[in-house]
């Protein structure tokens, strides 16, 4: 008995031993920064075809990495492409993955895997620094208390964010779950309801505005913008729109210069060029496009910056950069900000048709970089690729699996080691779907506007079928649904078999 026991002793001595050099033998997990802007279209960024407009940070990452172009949000608006972004699930399986106000409560589960939370589990060191937009909180929340859930209970170490957008209140900065800079003889309120008595709004106090209001934004003012929602208190709290980049950028910095020494996953969701525009004075003018082109030339800046602080490191070689947007582009988007006016030859949405809220492919066909110096060798990829993807590819990424119906590990094709990429895709835009297969696009059947007059955008809505080849026509003005009736009818039945209900807002099917 005594010699069995010495024997179990020495085993385990040996594999004590032995655990250090398995550890040393195992590859290092890059690190990984996921980059996604707030509105920037697929015509914004010069390797992407702008001229009028440089952003030569952006272009470096296209230069050296893999520049994607059939990359895709989910939606061409933010909440639900970001809800699909964090959970790899399509987000008209959740019926309240739509554009949230700043007082909704979370809408992913916290029982569900994220991208956060497998990175964490896998090892790595994760954060969020910028626009969250996916609610806070069980309902009701008391601003002046710690928030939960939040970030940090869906597997974010560390969450540096606003609650939804700039244009929304409550305009303050939340850190792990606590209202940054708050003093407790100050309390804050929100409402999306009705003002607190004797608040300001632009309706009632047009003398505060520095910027005029077009649609929708005449509620709160803070800092001289008005806002959509009503808030009061938490003055000291309050942030400062021309800081916002630069507060951001340093939060992204000091989560990087912090956990340099083990893997770590930043996602760094800029507020930029969405409205309200305020790029620090230094970069206003500087484009000659107004505030939204200045807006894009600061995020390219700061991009820059979180790119020298990795090279300060010596960590661009060990770490992968993807850059991408939550949807696409729009000019007028609330205010009077000069964007149209000065829009010039300019062309946000490039070759595409549509723009932000369009089921049209420039409503998510977005900028889509993937960088990791060393590692991933400068090329172009056609292949079609969602940002739903990266929760299973970063997971295969960090040596594990992420388990989602809709997430695909697409990890070579982000690496630039294959053009595989998906083989359909459903799209969606204010809980309209559509279907890429391929390079054949199906729009259903859908009531409607054909077009957003607020802000001049073609939303896709038809009466009738439309299906689009993008060989042969990437601005989608040739519809060939009534020559290709058996292909309409093979979308159908695919777009109806994944989301398991009719496609569009026909009682059945009906081609001529």
């Known amino acids: 008995m005594k010699a069995i026991i010495n024997l179990s002793m020495l085993a385990c001595l040996v594999a004590c031993q032995a655990s250090p050099k398995e550890k040393e033998d195992a590859p290092e997990k890059p690190n990984i920064i996921v980059i996604n802007l707030d509105d920037l279209g697929y015509g914004d960024v010069g390797a992407y075809g702008a001229t009028a407009l440089k952003t030569p940070n952006f272009d470096r990452l296209a230069r050296g990495g893999?520049?994607?172009?059939?990359?895709?949000?989910?939606?061409?608006?933010?909440?639900?492409?970001?809800?699909?972004?964090?959970?790899?699930s399509y987000p008209w399986r959740n019926s309240e993955a739509k554009i949230l106000p700043g007082t909704a409560p979370l809408i992913i589960d916290t029982t569900q895997?994220?991208?956060?939370?497998?990175?964490?589990?896998?090892?790595?060191?994760?954060g969020v620094v910028g626009k969250w937009h996916l609610g806070l909180g069980n309902g009701h929340v008391d601003w002046n208390k710690p928030i939960s859930p939040g970030p940090n209970q869906l597997g974010f170490d560390y969450a540096y964010i606003m609650a939804?957008?700039?244009?929304?209140?409550?305009?303050?900065?939340?850190?792990?779950?606590?209202?940054?800079?708050?003093?407790?003889?100050?309390?804050?309120?929100?409402?999306?309801?009705?003002?607190?008595?004797?608040?300001?709004?632009?309706?009632?106090?047009?003398?505060?505005?520095?910027?005029?209001?077009?649609?929708?934004?005449?509620?709160?003012?803070?800092?001289?913008?008005?806002?959509?929602?009503?808030?009061k208190g938490g003055k000291k709290a309050l942030w400062k729109d021309t800081d916002m980049a630069d507060h951001f950028l340093t939060k992204a910095r000091?989560?990087?210069?912090?956990?340099?020494?083990?893997?770590?996953?930043?996602?760094?969701?800029?507020?930029?060029?969405?409205?309200?525009?305020?790029?620090?004075?230094?970069?206003?003018?500087?484009?000659?496009?107004?505030?939204?082109?200045?807006?894009?030339?600061?995020?390219?800046?700061c991009v820059g910056e979180l790119l020298?602080?990795?090279?300060?490191?010596?960590?661009?070689?060990?770490?992968?950069?993807?850059?991408?947007?939550?949807n696409g582009p729009v000019v007028n988007d609330g205010y009077y900000d000069d964007a149209v006016e000065k829009l010039g030859k300019h062309t946000p949405s490039g070759p595409l048709r549509g723009g932000k809220y369009s089921l049209y492919e420039a409503g998510t066909r977005v900028p889509f970089i993937t960088y990791w110096k060393g590692t991933i060798q400068p090329g172009v990829s056609d292949a079609l690729v969602s940002q739903v993807d990266l929760p299973a590819s970063l997971a295969a990424l960090a040596g594990t699996r992420f388990e989602g119906k809709d997430s695909r590990d697409l990890l070579d094709v982000f690496l630039g080691k294959s053009d595989k990429g998906r083989e359909n895709?459903?799209?969606?835009?204010?809980?309209?779907?559509?279907?890429?297969?391929?390079?054949?696009?199906?729009?259903?059947?859908?009531?409607?506007?054909?077009?957003?007059?607020?802000?001049?955008?073609?939303?896709?809505?038809?009466?009738?079928?439309?299906?689009?080849?993008?060989?042969?026509?990437?601005?989608?003005?040739?519809?060939?649904?009534?020559?290709?009736?058996?292909?309409?009818?093979?979308?159908?039945?695919?777009?109806?078999?994944?989301?398991?209900?009719?496609?569009?807002?026909?009682?059945e099917l009906e081609l001529k």
């Open 308 to 326: 020298k602080t990795l090279e300060e490191q010596k960590l661009l070689e060990k770490t992968l950069i993807i850059f991408t947007s939550d």
């Open 164 to 231: 939804a957008t700039q244009d929304r209140v409550p305009t303050v900065y939340i850190e792990n779950g606590l209202v940054a800079g708050l003093e407790p003889n100050d309390p804050i309120e929100v409402s999306y309801e009705k003002n607190f008595d004797g608040e300001p709004t632009a309706l009632t106090n047009p003398e505060m505005l520095t910027m005029k209001w077009h649609h929708g934004h005449n509620q709160s003012v803070v800092n001289g913008v008005p806002r959509i929602g009503y808030m």
């Open 66 to 88: 893999l520049r994607l172009t059939s990359g895709h949000a989910t939606s061409s608006t933010c909440t639900p492409s970001r809800f699909a972004l964090i959970t790899g």
């Open 425 to 507: 895709l459903v799209l969606e835009a204010s809980g309209r779907t559509a279907l890429r297969q391929g390079n054949w696009v199906l729009i259903p059947p859908y009531k409607g506007q054909a077009l957003n007059r607020h802000v001049n955008i073609e939303l896709g809505n038809a009466p009738e079928y439309q299906l689009f080849n993008l060989d042969d026509d990437i601005g989608q003005r040739q519809n060939l649904a009534k020559e290709n009736p058996e292909k309409v009818n093979e979308m159908v039945k695919t777009l109806e078999s994944i989301q398991g209900k009719r496609a569009g807002d026909l009682p």
């Open 254 to 301: 000091n989560f990087v210069l912090s956990n340099k020494n083990q893997p770590f996953f930043l996602y760094y969701a800029m507020q930029q060029p969405h409205v309200p525009r305020t790029p620090h004075p230094r970069f206003a003018g500087t484009t000659g496009m107004g505030p939204r082109g200045d807006a894009i030339a600061e995020a390219d800046w």
């Open 113 to 126: 895997a994220t991208i956060a939370s497998v990175l964490k589990d896998a090892g790595y060191r994760t």
